[in-house]
């Protein structure tokens, strides 16, 4: 057991090693730190990263997933999204915010993916008025930007270490989006297909590791949600002046369980054990469940 004097809002082991297990928080402050669990007192690393409280943070390029550099996003209430690199001190290696004149909207959820080589990396962030923006940190340049009119809770793809393959949103209103990342139209951007859970809000989504076409949404009632999403005949259509669009799949419901009477706020997957899963709750209990018959499925 650690204390810190601020309290920690979010927190990543995806940028190091497991030889390492060094792990990335960031804080109310707006602070991100990384702690060598080993001698927790002084962080390795330490940067006043934004100016309020720190939402949301991701890794990759450790733990031998995703290509490339060991990098660490974290997207925050000012309104900016940056990229750090460990090895370099004190500046983001990218940094997204909003244009001159353009509002600053909480930035609730972030996530990398498309990090299948060296070159190709994407950030995807979703914000507190439903929009969803996917920026190329090879082009450095905004990719796609969409809307889906409700809080953005949490998003992630499928597999940060593939080129980028489906993403699923989760809002603030009970819906979830899953996108078809393989085709983006120039106009229409990527295909979806929206599913309405309950009426709370649904907190966060996880893809189970060893097949990533099952996922668990965790949700405002206290209850988990295990989905499988099924791809149409075709991913991919003509329109009428030729281009390549998306074809959404469906998803189907295969598992339901309530756990609490309070919201289930995180969730996660043992990338070892299939069906191994651990949640955190506003009970403040930690529960460790295991999911059976996911061979069958």
Same mark, same amino acid.
């Not at 209850?223 to 999403?229: A, D, G, R, V």
């Not at 005949?233 to 339901?256: I, P, W, Y």
């Given at each position: 057991k650690i204390e810190k004097p601020k309290p920690i809002k979010c927190g990543t082991f995806g940028a190091t !090693?497991?030889? *390492?297990? =060094?792990?990335?928080? %960031?804080?109310?402050?707006?602070?991100?730190?990384?702690?060598?669990?080993?001698a927790p007192e002084i962080p390795v690393y330490s940067v006043k990263g934004h100016k309020e &409280?720190?939402?949301?943070?991701?890794?990759?390029?450790?733990?031998?997933?995703?290509? %490339?550099?060991?990098?660490?996003?974290?997207? !925050?209430?000012d309104g900016t999204v940056k990229v750090w690199d460990p090895r370099q001190k004190d500046t983001p290696v990218a940094n997204m915010e909003? &244009? *001159?004149?353009?509002?600053?909207?909480?930035?609730?959820?972030?996530a990398f993916g498309?990090?299948?080589?060296?070159?190709?990396?994407?950030?995807?962030?979703? =914000?507190?008025?439903g929009d969803i923006k996917l920026f190329d940190l090879k082009t450095m340049s905004l990719r796609w930007e969409t809307s889906i009119k409700n809080g953005v809770c949490s998003v992630e793809f499928d597999r940060k270490d593939i080129s980028m393959n489906k993403l699923v949103a989760t809002s603030l209103e009970g819906k979830f989006h899953v996108f078809d990342m393989r085709? *983006?139209?120039?106009?229409?951007?990527?295909?979806? &297909? !929206?599913?309405?859970v309950q009426k709370s809000t649904i907190w966060q989504v996880r893809h189970l590791p060893q097949n990533r076409d099952i996922f668990m949404t965790s949700g405002g009632a206290g209850?988990?949600?295990?989905?499988?999403?099924e791809y149409p005949?075709?991913?991919?259509?003509?329109? #009428?002046?030729?281009?390549?669009?998306?074809?959404? %799949? !469906?998803?189907?419901?295969?598992?339901?369980v309530t756990l609490s009477t309070q919201p289930i706020?995180?969730?996660?997957? #043992?990338?070892?054990?299939? %069906?191994?899963?651990?949640?955190?709750?506003?009970? *403040?209990t930690v529960r460790v469940l295991v999911v059976t018959k996911l061979n069958k499925v």
């Open positions: !090693s497991l030889q *390492q297990r =060094y792990l990335a928080t %960031g804080d109310f402050d707006g602070n991100l730190n990384i702690w060598n669990l080993e &409280i720190i939402n949301s943070i991701d890794g990759v390029g450790g733990l031998g997933i995703g290509e %490339g550099a060991p990098e660490i996003v974290t997207g !925050s209430r909003p &244009i *001159q004149g353009e509002s600053k909207r909480d930035c609730w959820t972030v498309n990090a299948y080589n060296q070159e190709e990396r994407v950030v995807c962030a979703g =914000y507190d008025n085709t *983006q139209h120039p106009t229409k951007g990527f295909a979806s &297909i !929206s599913e309405k209850s988990l949600h295990l989905w499988k999403y005949a075709q991913r991919s259509k003509k329109d #009428s002046e030729g281009a390549e669009m998306g074809v959404a %799949g !469906s998803v189907s419901l295969l598992q339901n706020s995180s969730l996660d997957w #043992s990338p070892d054990k299939k %069906g191994l899963c651990v949640c955190g709750a506003f009970d *403040q």
